[in-house]
């Protein structure tokens, strides 16, 4: 039986392109790619729903069980980043490398397609749909630049491409493919309803590389940091951020982000909490050294006090608590360290009297 790898990102075009493989007789083994830039971890429609929901990789689990076909999930790992930060291909309109970033996933389809004898790619692309990765240029550069010359067939588009390997060898029989093009959804959602498709989840996943706001604190970040870790990229969907003197400084926006700043705070980080009134946690990266202060931990406590709620600000300032990023975290945090050993109780500590900063310094300082 001929068998193919899709591309499965749960959404509507990767599950038609399967459903048309399907019909073709064609067995697929699916393969979804998770990243820390997307934005389908809300729930959406499903959670509303009631329904297990745990973004675009359950959106996947649950095609590949309808159909009844194998998935593998993948995720983007911190080698993306290189991708992210020296794009051959260039940006989109934030920091997405959309050329790139395709020619990385299809890279790791080709070593999956090997790995199970599959003879070619399918993907749920629509030629025309996305300005920067789906034209017709940009499809042969991934193809050349991921070694799939021919192997990536396109079930949605195909017949507005030259036919692929599988197609001139007559493992799939290119009559039966499909012609749209552009950026309208209507034909996909007319071809759900002829192949009896239902419940499909939302019509496109989300990037947050693509998001101009985001951007700027992941080029702040690639641009101060070489050995960028997981943590890195989890942060920078938290909190307000700031450069001072180089160091980065996180201030929370709301309840939620000061629980997940302290459980994201690793020993050396310099963790702020105010102490007799109510405001935001500030993290200091990488500057958590107590036994003296210093004026990125200064200045995060000014930024705490401006973000405050106004009953907080009453002149002669306030007092904040300084501690490691080891003793913050809160009850239900890891009660062992990375490297085994049990959390401390309790630490070092500063307390640090600080005034708000002006708005002045909020606009030098701020990333985003
Ligand atoms: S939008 Fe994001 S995930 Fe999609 S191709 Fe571009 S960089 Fe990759």
Do not use: W
């Not at 395709?102 to 389809?109: I, N």
């Not at 749920?124 to 050349?144: A, C, H, N, Y």
């Not at 982000?257 to 990266?285: C, H, R, T, W, Y």
């Not at 007092?319 to 490297?339: F, K, L």
Request: charged share 25%.
């Amino acid at each position: 039986m001929t068998k193919a790898v899709a591309l499965l990102s749960g959404g509507l075009d990767s599950t038609l392109a399967v459903k048309l493989m399907l019909d073709q007789g064609i067995e697929v083994c699916a393969l979804n790619f998770t990243s820390a830039f997307c934005t389908c971890n809300s729930g959406g429609r499903h959670k509303a729903e009631g329904k297990e929901h745990g973004g675009c990789r359950s959106e996947a689990r649950n095609v590949a069980e309808k159909f009844n076909i194998p998935i593998k999930v993948l995720a983007k790992g911190l080698d993306y980043m290189e991708v992210v930060r020296n794009p051959r291909h260039g940006y989109g309109k934030g920091i997405n490398p959309c050329v790139d970033c395709r020619v990385y996933m299809f890279s790791l389809a080709k070593k999956y397609m090997e790995e199970t004898g599959a003879s070619f790619i399918i993907t749920g692309e629509v030629l025309g749909q996305r300005p920067m990765s789906q034209r017709r240029d940009t499809f042969r550069i991934i193809e050349k630049e991921s070694g799939l010359i021919g192997l990536i067939l396109r079930p949605l588009s195909a017949k507005h491409l030259e036919p692929t390997i599988p197609e001139i060898n007559g493992l799939v029989d290119r009559a039966k493919l499909l012609d749209m093009a552009g950026r309208t959804r209507r034909p996909q959602m007319e071809l759900a309803d002829d192949l009896r498709v239902e419940d499909y989840p939302c019509p496109s996943g989300g990037c947050l590389l693509t998001d101009k706001i985001f951007s700027k604190k992941v080029r702040d970040l690639l641009d101060h940091k070489n050995d960028i870790t997981t943590k890195d990229l989890h942060t920078l969907k938290i909190g307000r951020h700031f450069r001072h003197n180089g160091v980065k400084l996180v201030v929370s926006r709301n309840e939620s982000e000061n629980a997940k700043l302290k459980l994201m705070a690793q020993p050396g980080d310099a963790v702020l909490e105010p102490i007799d009134f109510s405001g935001p946690v500030a993290v200091v990266a990488g500057n958590g050294r107590l036994n003296g202060r210093n004026a990125a931990v200064d200045m995060a406590a000014r930024l705490i006090l401006r973000y405050a709620s106004s009953s907080s600000k009453s002149p002669g300032g306030k007092s904040i608590r300084v501690t490691d990023g080891e003793q913050a975290r809160p009850a239900g945090g890891p009660s062992r360290t990375a490297g085994g050993q049990a959390r401390p109780a309790g630490g070092p500590e500063l307390i640090v009297i600080a005034e708000p900063a002006d708005d002045e310094t909020i606009e030098e300082i701020r990333v985003c």
